[in-house]
């Protein structure tokens, strides 16, 4: 059977989540409900490059499936692209080596996350970014980020509920931006992330850059796996799956 290979967007606001569950509108039903339609009734089975969960959105998300028969890859993306939910785009399908495993062989991902500064939350903003009425110092924060790169045991910034044994990473760059007087933009890019990762180490930084927890808090969280030296998980509505890279 012919292996393609999806890039997708989606707003995750509707949804709880990527992963399929009972009782649950989910990204994946919908596209695997789309798939079975096409395919005549017959189910067909998605493999995304990572799980994102309830609220949280993505502008680069790679999925991979076996099809019964080959197809024409831009009239097969438009097919998708027309026949899944408005908040659900397919970016480009390609058909792929039948080796290629969009979670196994990803190399590097890049995760955005949105935090509103105003005043009063905005209400245009309010699905996309996260709402934080302090002005952190963008500084210290930016000093703080550079312990989280490299090569660390993350175990601390894992939420319970993650099945992974090995939770060793490697974070290659964390930026922060002021991209507006009141809109900041986390970027994280990395080898891989753990379940909400990147949720409390944001939480975790806004905390350092008000002054309730030292400079050195993630230093100190990473080597004694310290709970007391991180944050609050920030809420998902600001955080963005950007890109997955293959080598």
């Known amino acids: 059977m012919p292996r393609y290979k999806a890039v997708i967007s989606y707003d995750g606001t509707n949804y709880a989540g990527f992963q399929i ?4 509108h989910t990204i994946q039903a919908e596209i695997e409900n789309t798939l079975r339609r096409i395919n005549g009734g017959k189910s067909i089975t998605i493999h995304p490059s990572g799980r994102t969960d309830s609220g949280v959105h993505a502008k680069g998300q790679v999925i991979h499936f076996d099809y019964p028969h080959e197809r024409d890859s831009e ?3 438009f097919a998708l692209d027309t026949q899944t939910p408005a908040d659900i785009c397919f970016l480009s399908v390609e ?8 979670r196994y062989l990803a190399k590097e991902k890049i995760y ?11 209400p245009f903003k309010r699905l996309y970014s996260a709402h934080y009425r302090y002005t952190p110092d963008l500084d210290i924060m930016k000093q703080a980020a550079k ?8 175990s601390i910034f894992c939420a319970t509920g993650s099945a992974v044994q090995d939770k060793t990473r490697t974070i290659h760059e964390v930026t922060i931006e002021k991209i507006s007087e009141t809109e900041l933009i986390f970027i994280f890019r990395g080898n891989g992330f753990l379940y909400k990762m990147v949720r409390m180490l944001v939480g975790t930084l806004l905390k350092i850059g008000n002054g309730q927890l030292p400079v050195d808090a993630i230093e100190k969280a990473l080597l004694n796996q310290d709970k007391k ?12 799956l ?5 080598k």
Do not use: C, W
């Open 95 to 102: 058909q792929v080596d039948d080796e290629f495993h969009a």
């Open 229 to 240: 030296m991180t944050g609050p998980t920030a809420h998902p509505e600001g955080l963005f």
């Open 75 to 77: 009239k097969f993306r």
């Open 21 to 24: 569950q009972n009782n649950a």
């Open 242 to 246: 950007m890109n997955v890279s293959y």
């Open 112 to 122: 955005h996350y949105h935090v509103d500064l105003g005043q009063s939350p905005d």
């Open 147 to 154: 312990y989280i790169e490299g090569e660390h045991d993350f």
